[in-house]
């Protein structure tokens, strides 16, 4: 069962205009979710986080945003920099379970 | 300080050969996972350690699948024998928090 969804494969955006990468969760459980980034022959690096008593936090060009009642987040990237092409990865977690899912990944190309 | 290291970062078998891969975690960090990555998708879980002892290992298939974590530092993960559904990328990570974890490069495991 596929608990975190990322719907999009692949989003090509222009150089300093904004990427949004999405996510669906299916567990109402889930109270921790993380955005990985991924470059070829790399593992995932941690990008940023949000815990669910929170709707939005921001880290420098990054933010998060948490629809608890959607069951949706989102990452905005602004503005996108061609650096900023690779995998970006959703992930879930429950406090009372180190379980965490990941989606298959949205692939971002950022063009100069 | 140093990250997660795994070795080897590449290797290929035939079927039906054992196969093994190597984790050392980040200093401190008392919580190691093994994950299994197949091509287009998302990490998932095979097995997470507390120090030296194996508290989720639901999902590792353990007719051909073994970990261990001696000590409670570094950790190998072995596969007896090895079929050709398990070419993967096998990852490792840790953490010291039970939210973000860190990963390693991982092992790209091909099977002929």
């Known amino acids: 069962d596929q608990q975190v969804k990322q719907n999009s494969p692949s989003l090509s955006v222009q150089e300093g205009r904004i990427s949004i990468l999405n996510c669906d969760y299916t567990?109402?459980?889930?109270?921790?979710f993380l955005w990985y980034k991924k470059y070829p022959a790399e593992g995932p690096t941690f990008l940023i986080s949000i815990s669910s008593i929170k709707d939005k936090n921001e880290d420098g060009r990054f933010t998060v945003f948490l629809n608890k009642s959607a069951k949706h987040l989102s990452l905005h990237i602004v503005p996108s920099q061609p650096g900023d092409s690779a995998v970006y990865f959703c992930?879930?977690?429950?406090?009372?379970?180190?379980?965490?899912?990941f989606g298959a990944g949205t692939r971002l190309t950022v063009k100069p | 300080e140093a990250g997660v290291v795994q070795s080897p970062r590449y290797k290929i078998i035939e079927k039906k050969q054992p196969v093994a891969f190597w984790c050392n975690p980040i200093s401190g960090h008392n919580t190691l996972y093994w994950y299994r990555q197949n091509l287009g998708q998302g990490p998932e879980l095979l097995i997470r350690?507390?120090?030296?002892?194996?508290?989720?290992d639901s999902q590792l298939p353990k007719d051909r699948f073994s970990a261990e974590r001696l000590k409670g530092v570094d950790s190998t993960l072995k596969i007896q024998p090895a079929e050709l559904g398990d070419s993967a990328v096998y990852l490792c990570?840790?953490?010291?928090?039970?939210?973000?974890?860190?990963f390693g490069p991982g092992t790209r495991l091909t099977v002929t």
């Open positions: 992930a879930a977690s429950a406090i009372d379970n180190n379980d965490m899912r």
């Open positions: 350690y507390e120090n030296e002892e194996a508290v989720d």
């Open positions: 990570a840790s953490s010291n928090t039970g939210y973000e974890q860190y």
């Open positions: 567990n109402s459980m889930f109270d921790y």
